[in-house]
Structures are given as C-alpha cells and as structure tokens.
C-alpha cells in the first residue's frame, strides 16, 4: 500500500465527513442526545424552578402506581388498534377501488387523500363542531333517524371512537396511496397465469394479490402505528383528555406532564416509555425486505 | 360482458357516493365559512353567502403575521434541509470511509422516531441554546433530514459512476459536480421531498407551540389554536371555520392541483418525515 | 461683536435643539405577556391601553403580547421565565399564586409597595375579596388584581315567564334551583347549565363548596398547603349536580363546554346558566329576549368563586424593569382604568374608589344587572388555589368528571380527588 493511496483514503474519508457533519450534527442533536437525555432526567425528580433530585426508578414507580398512567397506555393501544386496523382495511379497499384508469379517477383519488394535506389541528377544529352536543351535525343526524343526541366528545365511551372515525377519515387515504403503489407493481403476468390456472376473481384475490401485497402491508402498519403514536393535536384541541382522561393519549399526557404540570422528571420518563413503544412497532422494518426501508 | 359492465358501474358508483362522503366535512367547512352566523348548525347552508366571517377573523387575528411567519418557516426550512442533504446523500453515496454504518443507524433512528415525541428533552436544549421564541428554534430540529438523505441516496446511486467521472475530467469540482450531474438526475426526489417538507412544516403544530410565545413568531397552526381555543364567549363556528379555510386553503389549492405529484411524493418519502 | 455673540448663541441653542432626541436614553422596553378568557375584544382593549401608557411615559415601552387563553399562557410563562425572551410582567390566573412563587418565576411586590409612597394606599383600595389570592406565605404580595370576575347567573325571564314564574324572583337556594330548573325544562330547552369541562369545573364547584361548608373555607387552606375535597358538604354539593342531570333531568347530561354555553343560553336551549361576569357585555349584545342576573342560589348561606387573572412581575429582572412595569401596573389598575376596563370588558372593577367614579355611577344606572357581581363581592372567595395549582385543578376536574359519566359516586370521587391532592402537597407539609 503506498502512501498516496492512503493519503487519498485519508483525503476522502474527511470529505465524507465534512459533507456529513451539517446534518448529522443537527441529527445528533436533536434524536440521539435527546433519547439520552430523556433516559437521564426519567431518573430525577425535576421539577420546573426545582433543583433535579436523583431518585432512580422513582419516576416509573410512580407511574405504575397511578392509574391515570395505565388508562394513559390503555386508550394510546386502543386507540392504535382503532384506527390503524380499519384504516389499513379501508385503505386496501379503497386503493382496489380507485384502481382503474378513467377521467376522473384523480379526482376521486384526491377525495380520499386530501384530509392528508390538512393540519391535524384543522381537522380537529372542524370535527369539534361535527361533534358538539347537540347543535353538532353529528347529533342532529342521530335525532333525525330517531335517536337520542350523544355528545359522543363528553362520553366516556364514545370519546375515542369519535376521535378514531376522525382520524381513520384522514389516515386511510393516506394509506390508500401506498397500497395502490403496491398494488400496481404486482406484474401482470402473475396475475394472468393465475388466471389462465382457472383463478376465479376472488382467488386470485386471496392467493395470488394479497400474498403479493404482503411486504406492503408489513411497511405500511409500521407507517400506521408511528403515526398514531405521535398524536397529541386533536386532543389538545378538542378535550384536554376530558371526560377524566378518557381520551388522554401518551403523547398528550407528556405534553401535560411537562407543560401543565411542568414535571419534566415524569414526563421525561413517559418519554423513555413511549420511545420503547415505538421500538417495539418499528421491528417489522428490521425484517422487511421493502427497498425503502432496506438500506444497501 | 353485461355482468362485467354493471360491476363496474357498481364500482364507480361506490366510489363516487364513497368520495362524496370524504368530501363533506371539506364542504360543510367552507360552506359555513362563507354563510352568514347563525346559532343553528346544518350541513347544507341556510343563510346568506357572505365574506363577512373571513373578514372578522383575519381582523382579529394577526394571520397576515402567521402568514408570513409560516411561509419563511416553510422556505428557509427546506433551503435548508435542501443543502444539508444533498451533501450528506454524496457523501454517503458515492465516498467511501469507515463509520458509515454508524450514520445509517443514526438515520434510522430518526426514521423511527418521529420529532414530536422528544418535545420535553428538545424543548430542554433549545431553550439552553436560547433559541425560545425564534423562529430557527421551530426549525432547527429538522435541519438535518433523515428521510430527506435517504431518499437522495436513492436517487444519486442510480446515476451511472460515469457521468460523475466525466464531470470531474472536465475540471469541475465537487460542488459543479453535485450542481450539474446528481441534481438533474435527482429531480424527482427533489421534488417529493420539497412537497413533504412544505406540507409538513406548514401542518406541524405541537413543536412550535411549544417554541413560539409572540405573534412575532407563531405559524398559522399555531395561531389558529390558539383562536379556536380562545374562551371567547361569542365564539362561534362560522368564524373558527373561517380561520380553518385561511389558513388550510393554499397547501389544499395547491394539492388538487398537483394531486398527482404529491400523492407519488408521500410514497416516495415512505413516512412523513 | 454682539451680533456675532448673539448668533452663535442662537445657533448652539440650535444645535442643542436638535441634539435633544439624540441624547435621550432609548426607552426601556419591557415586555408583557397576557391572555383573554371572555367576550368581545378584550386584546385590543389591553393594545390600546398600553398604547395609551406608552405616550404618557416615552421613556418606557411595554409591549404586550397575547398568549392565547389561559392555560395557554401559564405554559407561554413556564417555558419562556429565564430565557431570552422571557417577558417582565404577565398576566395569569390568580390562583397561580403559590406556584409562581414556590418556582420563583414571580416576584415578591412588598419592597416596591413600601419603596412607593402611594404604595400602601394603592393596595388597600383594592377589594378585600380581589386581594384575598395575592398573598403567599409569609404575608407578602405576590400579584396585582387585574382582569377579575366573579361567577352569577344569567336567567332568561321570557322563559320564567312562559312557565309562570316570577322574572323578578330567580332562585335564592338549591331548593328553588331545583324546582325552578325542572319548571323551565322542555323538549327544546334545560333548565339550568353548568360548564363542567376541565378547567371549569373546579370554578364552578368552588362556588357550590362555599355554599355548603360548615368550615368556612370550602375546598382547601388558606395557605394552600391542604385540600378538603371529601367532606360530605362536598360530596353533597357534587350530588346535586349529578342529580340534576340524572334525577331531576332538567341539566344536560354528559360535559357542557363552558365556551358553548353562552351559545347555547342566547338560543334559547338552556334557561339559566352559571358564567362569568366577564361574559356580560357579550350576552348584553347578543340576547333578543329579556335576561336577568343574580347572586348564585345559596345552600346553608350564599358563596361565590372569584376568578380571573392578576398582574405578576417576573424575579430577577433590573431594578430598573422592576420600577417600570410597577408604573405600568399602577396605571392599567388606576380608578378610572380600572373603572373603565370594567365597563369595557364586563369584569368586576376591582377598587373601591371605583365605585365612587361617575362613569361606573353612570353605567350601573343605565345597566343595574352589571352591579349584581359587586354586591355578591362579600360572600365571594378565591377558586380552588394550592401549591401546584395547575395540577391539583387537573385533580378536581379529572375526578369531577369521573362522577359526572356515571365512572364513581359523587362520594368515591372526591374520596379519589383527596387522595391524590394529599399525595401532590406531600412535599409542602
């Protein structure tokens, strides 16, 4: 090995890095000091204008021993469950029917899509009103079939569904795009030996497209779960978590921890908890084989 | 065949009753935005079209600021990130170094964990940084963009080694190289990656709240909330709808009009940011 | 020589002249952060008047920046105090008070009163009930009553009407409330609201608290180191809310939002509600029939929750800051602001000099439902206010709530409430 090469060697690896550090700078920063940081200060007891105690695991014993923590966990995996599943199953259905070619297809394409376009903070603002006691559309069509008015935001019961049809009216378009993508690159050729095979159309469906679709769906919940996770405006918005936390959701409740209660020792550690949650819904990307998320 | 047609007239059908449905809440928003108030909410309208709501609440809100603040938020944000990402796409491309794997793994990261959730630590360091109620300090945790590198690399890896030699024989340096050769080729991810990031930033509300405390500052989102939730007495649905329109209208104009582009963009990106 | 001598002369008296604007110190710039919880245009009100404070004193400039409501604004405080931008006085709740202090975002005010030769005087006229939540331990003054309200009720009289009750007599205690409320309930209409969502309810039932108790002090201590949320005065108070919705049916079921409310009263769906003072010149405006204000119905003797918002000045800033924005405090709360702030706004005025004032004499004249919030002044305490308010408020509210969706009895939820507003003060006892 000359010198010259190494010199080169040496001469590239800096450059690597000077084009690097801007954004891993800012990357290191702001995503891996702060999951540091959150995991230090979850080991204090800190509260704004306080000085920080060091108290260990004290944060999270406290917070397994409160229950408004556990209804916290609780309504974040329902509300998941709520709306990732039927948005992943809207999205499917909508992206078979809006695959076609045809004048207006774009039009109806961009029907379902452009709830995406729109601030969640927008769209709360105006379901808030589709929701309000009685006066609210949503109400009024209950009495006009007979019915008793609601108040579903105020209902203990019916307060997450009714943020969940809200945001599933907004994610299953959204999704919609990236299962017609998957849908579109399936080779034709599969599905015309399937055919030649004596596939009827719904068997073609169920054994050759879905299995087809299968990598797509995999990247699609990881895509659905970090989206909901990461949810907090439709709650600040509409509730504040009312009717006593029954629409808290975890990304909310850090907000209220920290920002209400200026607690940033506790808050810090529902950080820890909410990081871990999304680690576990992110393994699926670990074994996809999606090029996108597959990095060589 | 007649089986076949009316099944996909069937299709149609559903899928224009389907899209209608999805539409209402957009209709109901403008069409109580443009009537007059009244106390008595329904869908379709029951009182006369005026502007009157839009005027009110631009007067008593300072959206004219927002505008501007969020628009130079939007901007200098995706200059930003535009710069800092293309370098780091090169470098990650096409130069070979050992560490590498440890960047990928730091990218990753972001990829998997979306700002929002580090708001408490975040909002530590910035207000450390001094940056409270400055409008780099909304923007500068998404300086540097894992998906935005990401999607570059992509791009830059399936323009041929050749080009990128052919430019340097030709004496260009790195940065002519970069302009001429990768940029044109990336155009594509280019382009998804500014309709991300604009729609993003123009949507984002929970970090800037956090940040911005003067109107000086606040983006639309921000500004917007706080009307809505402002305990105003004679608040009213009409006006909150009128704040919604202005404030959702240019990013909604300008998605029908590119519907194509943006929804390719959203695939692209794979996440939002 | 004179000529000469003359002309210099006038030439550097001049020059002086237009050296003046230059050698003037810049104005100091402070800044002040303030939210807006009712009606009409209360920002603009606060604009103008700063604009008003700013000509009279060039060399002071207050900038004053709406914060949104005020939650909004406790958080715009909390993130903003001992950063760049961290403002030198605010406006925030009342019952902020402990907190403000026990972090050390506000300042003590005593040595500025006593260094001031009006001081004394200034705070003593301010109503004895307004300045009851100013005080934190030790007997110092932490805050400067400002945008102050009480809680009344607004009536509709063409609804009692209707029903065959006297408009001139509204209810005077919980029996009549009852009783008067399931008269005036129909189909299209309830009887009486009460807004119960988080942030309101604790205001309301306050008021209910004061009413009940046998101890004097409702909810929690004086020194805001104890709460007292599961007496059974209290848990009666909160039966009775539930009753009204479930037993009596005459109060909507589930959470009314307080900022529908006045919505809902000036349609004519809800008879009698519980609101603010501050919400008077908006339901003065708006209301196309005949309505009424009164003292809130008594239960063993009348009570009412004082609430709003006082003026603070941020710990740490200069001297220099200190004084002025204690000028600034001194002329947005002078007699005649005060006086006309009040009229302006709908919220009580908070000085008694005030009420010796023509324009308020005048304006209560012309409009005697206003002075209804000044009478119930006397039986009037603060709302609920401890050492981390904004949490133990989340207590309340959060438990409150519990009970009104049918999760607890009224009994078990403010046994929860106790719980844990004892666990949240365990450090201060």
Same mark, same amino acid.
């Given at each position: 090995?000359?010198?010259?090469?190494?010199?080169?060697?040496?001469?590239?690896?800096?450059?690597?890095?000077?084009?690097?550090?801007?954004?891993?700078?800012?990357?290191?920063v702001?995503?891996?000091?702060?999951?540091?940081?959150?995991?230090?200060?979850?080991?204090?007891?800190y509260?704004?204008?306080?000085?920080?105690?060091?108290?260990?695991?004290?944060?999270?014993?406290?917070?397994?021993?409160?229950?408004?923590?556990?209804?916290?966990?609780?309504?974040?995996?329902?509300?998941?469950?709520?709306?990732?599943?039927?948005?992943?199953?809207?999205?499917?259905?909508?992206?078979?029917?809006?695959?076609?070619?045809?004048?207006?297809?774009?039009?109806?394409?961009?029907?379902?899509?452009y709830?995406?376009?729109?601030?969640?903070i927008?769209?709360?603002?105006?379901?808030?009103?589709?929701?309000?006691?009685?006066?609210?559309?949503f109400?009024?069509?209950?009495?006009?079939?007979?019915?008793?008015?609601?108040?579903?935001?105020?209902?203990?019961?019916?307060v997450?569904?009714?943020?969940?049809?809200?945001?599933?009216?907004?994610?299953?378009?959204?999704?919609?795009?990236?299962?017609?993508?998957?849908?579109?690159?399936?080779?034709?050729?599969?599905?015309?030996?399937?055919?030649?095979?004596?596939?009827?159309?719904?068997?073609?469906?169920?054994?050759?497209?879905?299995?087809?679709?299968?990598?797509?769906?995999l990247?699609?919940?990881t895509?659905?779960?970090?989206?909901?996770?990461?949810?907090?405006?439709?709650?600040?918005?509409?509730?504040?978590?009312?009717p006593?936390?029954?629409?808290?959701?975890?990304?909310?409740?850090?907000?209220?921890?920290?920002?209400?209660?200026?607690?940033?020792?506790?808050?810090?550690a529902?950080?820890?908890?909410?990081?871990?949650l999304?680690?576990?819904?992110?393994?699926?990307?670990?074994?996809?084989?999606?090029r996108?998320?597959?990095?060589n | 065949?007649?089986?076949?047609?009316?099944?996909?007239?069937?299709?149609?059908?559903?899928?224009?009753?389907?899209?209608?449905?999805?539409?209402?809440?957009?209709?109901?928003?403008?069409?109580?935005?443009?009537?007059e108030?009244?106390?008595? #909410?329904?869908? @379709?309208?029951? !009182? *006369?079209?005026?502007?009157?709501?839009i =005027?009110?609440?631009?007067?008593? $809100? +300072?959206?004219?600021?927002?505008?501007?603040?969020?628009?130079?938020?939007?901007?200098?944000?995706?200059?930003?990130?535009?710069?800092?990402?293309?370098?780091?796409?090169?470098?990650?491309?096409f130069?070979?170094?050992?560490?590498?794997?440890?960047v990928?793994?730091?990218?990753?990261?972001?990829?998997?964990?979306?700002n929002?959730?580090?708001?408490?630590?975040?909002?530590?360091?910035?207000?450390?940084?001094?940056?409270?109620?400055s409008?780099?300090?909304? #923007?500068?945790? @998404?300086?540097? !963009? *894992?998906?935005?590198?990401f999607?570059? =690399?992509?791009?830059?890896?399936? $323009? +041929?080694?050749?080009?990128?030699?052919?430019?340097?024989?030709?004496?260009?340096?790195?940065?002519?190289?970069?302009?001429?050769?990768?940029?044109?080729?990336a155009?594509?991810?280019?382009?998804?990656?500014?309709?991300?990031?604009?729609?993003?930033?123009?949507?984002?509300?929970?970090?800037?709240?956090?940040?911005?405390?003067?109107?000086?500052?606040?983006?639309?989102?921000?500004?917007?909330?706080?009307?809505?939730?402002?305990k105003?007495?004679?608040?009213?649905?009409?006006?909150?709808?009128?704040?919604?329109?202005?404030?959702?209208?240019p990013?909604?104009?300008?998605?029908?009009?590119?519907?194509?582009?943006?929804?390719?963009?959203?695939?692209?990106?794979?996440?939002?940011? | 020589?004179?000529?000469?001598?003359?002309?210099?002369?006038?030439?550097?008296?001049?020059?002086?002249?237009?050296?003046?604007?230059?050698?003037?110190?810049?104005?100091?710039?402070?800044?002040m952060?303030?939210?807006?919880?009712?009606?009409?245009?209360?920002a603009?009100?606060?604009?103008?008047?700063?604009?008003?404070?700013?000509?009279?004193?060039p060399?002071?400039?207050?900038?004053?920046?709406?914060?949104?409501?005020?939650?909004?604004?406790?958080?715009?405080?909390?993130?903003?105090?001992?950063?760049?931008?961290?403002?030198?006085?605010?406006?925030?709740?009342a019952?902020?008070?402990?907190?403000m202090?026990?972090?050390?975002?506000?300042?003590?005010?005593?040595d500025?009163?006593?260094?001031?030769?009006?001081?004394?005087?200034?705070?003593?006229?301010?109503?004895?009930?307004?300045?009851?939540?100013?005080?934190?331990e030790?007997g110092?003054?932490?805050?400067?009553?400002?945008?102050?309200?009480?809680?009344?009720?607004?009536?509709?009289?063409?609804?009692?009407?209707?029903?065959?009750?006297?408009?001139?007599?509204?209810?005077?205690?919980?029996?009549?409330?009852?009783?008067?409320?399931?008269?005036?309930?129909?189909?299209?209409?309830?009887?009486?609201?009460?807004?119960?969502?988080?942030?309101?309810?604790?205001?309301?039932?306050?008021?209910?608290?004061l009413?009940?108790?046998?101890?004097?002090?409702?909810?929690?201590?004086?020194?805001?180191?104890?709460?007292?949320?599961n007496?059974?005065?209290?848990?009666?108070?909160?039966?009775?809310?539930?009753?009204?919705?479930?037993?009596?049916?005459?109060?909507?079921?589930?959470i009314?939002?307080?900022?529908?409310?006045?919505?809902?009263?000036?349609?004519g769906?809800?008879?009698?509600?519980?609101?603010?003072?501050?919400?008077?010149?908006?339901?003065r405006?708006?209301?196309?029939?005949?309505?009424?204000?009164?003292?809130?119905?008594?239960?063993?003797?009348?009570?009412?929750?004082?609430?709003?918002?006082?003026?603070?000045?941020?710990?740490?800033?200069?001297?220099?800051?200190?004084?002025?924005?204690?000028?600034?405090?001194?002329?947005?709360?002078?007699?005649?602001?005060?006086?006309?702030w009040?009229?302006?706004t709908?919220?009580?005025?908070t000085?008694?000099?005030?009420?010796?004032?023509?324009?308020?004499?005048?304006?209560?004249?012309?409009?005697?439902?206003?002075?209804?919030?000044?009478?119930?002044?006397?039986?009037?305490?603060?709302?609920?206010?401890?050492?981390?308010?904004?949490?133990?408020?989340?207590?309340?509210?959060?438990?409150?709530?519990?009970?009104?969706?049918?999760?607890?009895?009224?009994?078990?939820?403010?046994?929860a409430?106790?719980?844990?507003?004892?666990?949240?003060?365990?450090?201060?006892?």
């Open positions: 090995m000359t010198s010259s090469a190494a010199g080169r060697r040496r001469r590239e690896a800096l450059q690597g890095w000077m084009l690097l550090l801007p954004a891993v700078l800012i990357m290191l702001f995503t891996v000091y702060p999951v540091f940081r959150s995991g230090y200060l979850s080991l204090f007891k509260r704004m204008g306080k000085i920080p105690e060091y108290i260990g695991f004290g944060n999270f014993e406290q917070l397994f021993g409160n229950s408004t923590f556990w209804k916290v966990m609780r309504n974040t995996l329902e509300f998941a469950l709520m709306t990732v599943i039927p948005s992943m199953i809207l999205g499917l259905c909508l992206a078979f029917l809006v695959n076609r070619k045809g004048r207006h297809i774009g039009f109806i394409r961009s029907a379902f899509f709830p995406s376009v729109m601030p969640m927008a769209i709360a603002s105006v379901w808030m009103f589709i929701y309000m006691a009685r006066n609210g559309l109400d009024q069509l209950l009495v006009s079939f007979g019915l008793q008015p609601a108040n579903v935001l105020s209902n203990k019961d019916t997450l569904p009714a943020m969940a049809v809200m945001y599933v009216w907004r994610e299953a378009g959204y999704l919609m795009v990236f299962f017609l993508s998957g849908i579109q690159s399936i080779n034709q050729d599969v599905l015309e030996a399937a055919a030649i095979d004596g596939a009827t159309g719904w068997k073609t469906f169920r054994y050759v497209t879905l299995p087809l679709l299968a990598p797509t769906t990247f699609v919940s895509i659905a779960f970090t989206n909901c996770f990461k949810l907090a405006d439709q709650v600040i918005i509409m509730t504040e978590g009312a006593n936390n029954a629409s808290s959701l975890l990304l909310y409740y850090i907000y209220q921890q920290g920002f209400t209660n200026m607690n940033y020792g506790r808050s810090s529902l950080t820890v908890i909410m990081l871990l999304l680690m576990v819904f992110s393994l699926p990307r670990f074994f996809s084989q999606d996108k998320i597959h990095y | 065949m007649n089986a076949k047609k009316a099944g996909s007239l069937g299709v149609s059908l559903l899928s224009v009753v389907l899209g209608l449905i999805w539409l209402a809440p957009l209709f109901w928003l403008v069409s109580t935005a443009l009537t108030t009244t106390f008595n #909410m329904s869908f @379709f309208p029951h !009182s *006369a079209f005026t502007f009157r709501n =005027r009110y609440v631009w007067n008593a $809100v +300072p959206f004219g600021q927002y505008y501007l603040n969020t628009i130079i938020l939007v901007v200098v944000t995706f200059c930003i990130q535009f710069v800092t990402s293309t370098m780091a796409a090169y470098s990650l491309a130069l070979n170094y050992r560490g590498k794997s440890l990928f793994v730091i990218i990753f990261m972001q990829i998997i964990i979306p929002d959730v580090l708001i408490i630590p975040n909002y530590l360091t910035v207000s450390e940084l001094g940056l409270i109620d409008k780099f300090g909304i #923007m500068v945790p @998404f300086l540097g !963009s *894992a998906m935005a590198i999607l570059l =690399r992509q791009h830059f890896k399936t $323009v +041929p080694r050749a080009f990128g030699e052919a430019a340097k024989i030709d004496g260009a340096n790195l940065w002519q190289t970069i302009w001429r050769v990768y940029m044109p080729c155009k594509p991810a280019y382009m998804s990656f500014a309709v991300i990031s604009v729609s993003y930033h123009w949507n984002n509300y929970l970090w800037p709240l956090i940040v911005t405390r003067s109107p000086q500052n606040r983006p639309l989102t921000v500004g917007l909330a706080i009307f809505a939730k402002s105003e007495a004679d608040m009213q649905w009409s006006n909150v709808c009128a704040a919604t329109l202005i404030i959702i209208l990013l909604l104009m300008a998605f029908f009009i590119m519907q194509k582009q943006f929804m390719n963009s959203f695939i692209s990106a794979g996440v939002k940011e | 020589m004179k000529k000469i001598l003359s002309t210099i002369l006038v030439l550097s008296m001049l020059l002086s002249l237009l050296a003046m604007p230059a050698l003037a110190a810049d104005p100091l710039e402070l800044t952060f303030f939210p807006v919880n009712v009606g009409g245009s209360v603009q009100l606060i604009d103008d008047m700063t604009t008003e404070f700013n000509k009279q004193n060399d002071i400039q207050v900038k004053a920046v709406y914060t949104g409501n005020y939650d909004d604004t406790v958080t715009a405080i909390q993130t903003a105090i001992g950063t760049s931008g961290q403002p030198d006085l605010f406006v925030s709740l019952t902020q008070r402990f907190t202090d026990d972090t050390g975002m506000a300042m003590a005010l005593d500025i009163i006593a260094n001031d030769p009006e001081g004394q005087a200034f705070v003593d006229d301010f109503i004895d009930g307004f300045m009851l939540d100013s005080y934190v030790g110092r003054i932490i805050s400067i009553p400002f945008q102050r309200s009480t809680m009344v009720m607004f009536y509709n009289k063409d609804a009692f009407r209707e029903v065959g009750l006297d408009p001139e007599q509204p209810p005077k205690n919980w029996t009549e409330l009852v009783d008067y409320a399931t008269k005036l309930t129909n189909d299209k209409r309830y009887g009486v609201a009460i807004a119960l969502n988080s942030g309101s309810a604790q205001w309301a039932f306050t008021g209910f608290s009413q009940n108790c046998t101890n004097g002090v409702g909810l929690m201590s004086g020194d805001g180191k104890e709460v007292y949320f007496t059974p005065e209290n848990v009666e108070a909160l039966q009775l809310w539930l009753d009204l919705q479930n037993k009596y049916k005459c109060m909507a079921p589930g009314v939002q307080w900022t529908d409310m006045p919505t809902q009263f000036l349609a769906e809800v008879a009698m509600i519980y609101h603010t003072t501050g919400n008077l010149t908006n339901i405006n708006n209301a196309n029939f005949d309505f009424g204000v009164c003292f809130l119905p008594a239960g063993r003797q009348w009570g009412a929750p004082t609430g709003g918002g006082n003026f603070y000045i941020t710990k740490g800033i200069s001297e220099e800051r200190q004084q002025a924005a204690w000028k600034y405090i001194k002329f947005m709360c002078s007699t005649e602001n005060a006086a006309q009040s009229i302006n709908g919220y009580v005025a000085r008694e000099s005030c009420y010796e004032t023509e324009v308020l004499k005048d304006y209560y004249a012309s409009f005697p439902q206003a002075l209804v919030a000044y009478e119930q002044l006397p039986y009037a305490q603060p709302e609920l206010t401890t050492y981390n308010a904004a949490e133990m408020w989340r207590i309340l509210n959060d438990n409150i709530q519990a009970a009104v969706t049918g999760e607890m009895t009224a009994e078990e939820a403010l046994a409430a106790q719980e844990q507003g004892d666990e949240l003060l365990a450090d201060y006892q």
